[in-house]
Structure formats: C-alpha cells, structure tokens
C-alpha cells in the first residue's frame, strides 16, 4: 500500500449548527478529531503519500494539516457529490490507495486486514454482520475500502451520484477484480450530533479496547470514564462520568456529565448533562442530545 485518500469535502447538514463552525471531520472526539483519528490509523499503517479531499471550509482542514508537510489537498471539483470527491483524486493516485471516509470514526486498527487485502483486487472492509443486499450492496456497507487506479478514473463517469454503491455497482457490472473482507471493526458513521455523543460514550467505556492516539492515553481518566486534553483548563469544577474536554478549552465554576467540550470553548457556571458545547468566533453551541439508554437506571436483580 503507497497511498491514502480520505474523503473530506462533505456538507453535513444533518449535524448543523455544529458543521456551521465545523467541518465533519473536524467534529471532536476524545483524543482528537475525526480526522486525527483517521491520520493515527494510516501512521500505523506506515502510510505517508496521503491526500485529502477537501470542498466545505477546506480552509479549516489546511489549518488542521499544516503541520503535516506531506499531506497533499485536493479541492473537490465538479457536482459536490461522493463520486465526484472520488473523481477529484484520479490524476493523483498513483497505485492501489485506500480510502477512509472522513466522517468515520474505527474502533479497532484496520491494520491487519488491509495487510491481508489480494494485491490487484479492488477490495472492501464489510463488517461481518452487513450480511443483507447483493454483492455491490455489500460491499458499499464500508466506509474503508482499497481502490485501483482505474477506478478513480471510472468515478469520473459517475460524478451526478452521491453514494458508494454507484461504484461498487460498476465494478461488479464490469467483473473487476474484488473481493469482500469480512472484519469485527466497530465502525461508526457521524451523521447526526447524537451519534458524536454516542461515540464518546463508547470510547470512554471501553478505552482499552478502541483506538486513539498515543498520546491520549495519559490524559483518560479511568474512575471517571472522562478525558481532558493536556491545555485544557478547569477550575472550581465538578466533572461526572463521560466528560470530554477539548483542548483549550476552560471550565470554570461548574457541573458537567455526559458532556462533550469542543476545543477552545469556554464554559462557566454552567450544570449540564447530555450535551454538546462548542465555540468558535464568538458563536456558541449548546446542544442538548437525548440519549435514553443512558438516562434509564439500572436494574438491580432482588
């Protein structure tokens, strides 16, 4: 594997107000951003010729990037549509490349099964219980996928469609080389606020088990199932069970629990559960996210 393509460019307009500020994969978790997220599995792959479509505030992305001299952005052009991102990239790709979609967080290393790809196959990371559809309906249940050059060069033929499963219905329609590999990666699409906060909740659980970044391990908290970034600040501060603080972000005389602090945003005086609060350019974000199988008590056998 030489190369990486990560799909970025999308509108997100299902997670507005935040996608207003922010670009979805820009969007926080603990530890990092989507995309930060994305970088830390290619970095275990060993994978430096990357690039990253961009369209929907690219500027963010750049600032985000600029210190990673050798990632390349590719201004999506044409439709803004999913094959049209794809397309974008035909004349930098190269080899096989891999492709991660930028709104995708993976709970566990796609290592291992990109080492077991069949070179020459265009190939598809299914989770093992997306059993449901035809051969391309299968294999567009992905958001990680290994495409041959000519692929991107066929996308270019369908830039009116938005979604995968146009491709994958190409390849199979033309008997390209494929394959499907089964895998047990939890993988979770940011379509929606409440499935950020989803997400959080999961990662913090079950931190030993789900990916991140190296450097987030010291920051966990393990008795509070919480995690603060090194910069952040809190003070006079009360932090419950699945808190998230961003970095540079200051907490200040108050309550949180099942919160999710975005970088740089400042909360004072505040008591808040199941919420998202972001800041940027003066304009503030508070997000209440319903999250009923959290809310309902637990039953106690007699």
Known sequence: MVQALILAGGRGTRLRPLTDLYPKPLLYLPGGT??????????????????IVVNYKADAIARHIRKRRHIRLIQQKGPATFMA????????VQGPTLVLHGDNYFGQWLEPYVRRATPGRNT????QDAAFGDTAARMAQTGAYILQPEIFRWARMLVEHDSLQALTYEI??????????????????????????HITHLMLRDWSSMVHPPYAN??????????????AVVEESSLGLYVTIGHGAHVRR???????????????????????????????IQMYVPMPHLMMPVAVAP
């Not at 989507?34 to 690039?51: F, G, S, V, Y």
């Not at 010291?218 to 910069?231: G, N, Q």
């Open 34 to 51: 989507l995309l930060d997220h994305l970088l830390n599995q290619l970095e275990r792959l060993a994978i430096t010729d990357i690039a």
């Open 85 to 92: 991102a794809l397309a974008s990239a035909a004349d930098w």
């Open 124 to 127: 598809f990371f299914v989770s």
């Open 172 to 197: 199979v329609a033309r008997n390209a080389p494929m394959q499907i590999l089964p895998t047990n990666i939890c993988r979770f699409n940011v379509n929606e606020p409440s499935d950020l906060l």
């Open 218 to 231: 010291l920051l966990y908290d393990p008795m509070m199932l919480s995690w603060k970034a090194r910069d």
């Open 254 to 284: 108050s309550r949180l629990r099942h919160a999710l602090v975005f970088p740089h945003t400042h909360v004072e005086d505040e008591e808040e559960e199941f919420v998202i609060l972001a800041e940027s350019r003066r304009v503030r």
